[in-house]
């Protein structure tokens, strides 16, 4: 159980920089992140939306408010991430290893936490 914890918070730690990092960038760099969501074919005006849903997501994520909550926000990163990953790979071919890394994060981080709540309640 306690490599269980450990990979979970590892995980859940990397996934929460790779998102801070992203709402820090949409914040401050509005007008080059507007760019890219452009040149990936994704409407600017989610750029402000996404970056609020981020921060409650983590919120979700590092809350002990409900299970049905934290589905909801790992299945918005994983979304997010997995479209983030294929407008990467699909228009530059290249830059997608910073959106595989948090696609991998948050599927290592909700099933070990997973792992670790059953583990808990057992």
């Known amino acids: ?14 996934l929460t920089a790779i998102m801070f990092f992203s709402v820090f960038n949409y914040v401050t760099k509005y ?3 507007a760019g890219f969501f452009e040149h990936f ?4 005006y989610l750029v402000y939306p996404l970056a ?21 926000a790992y299945a918005g990163f994983f979304f997010d991430t997995l479209l983030a990953f294929f407008a ?7 830059g997608y290893t910073f959106a595989l890394l948090a696609l991998t994060a948050t599927l290592v981080s909700y099933f070990f936490e ?9």
């Open 88 to 94: 990467h790979y699909l228009t530059d071919g290249n």
């Open 31 to 33: 007008d080059m992140i």
């Open 41 to 44: 074919g994704y409407p600017t």
């Open 114 to 122: 997973k792992k670790t709540r059953i583990s808990l309640h057992s």
């Open 52 to 72: 609020i849903a981020k921060i409650l997501g983590l919120v979700a994520v590092w809350g002990n408010f409900s299970n049905w909550l934290k589905e909801w």
């Open 1 to 14: 159980m306690k490599r269980n914890k450990i990979v979970f918070y590892i995980a859940t730690g990397i």
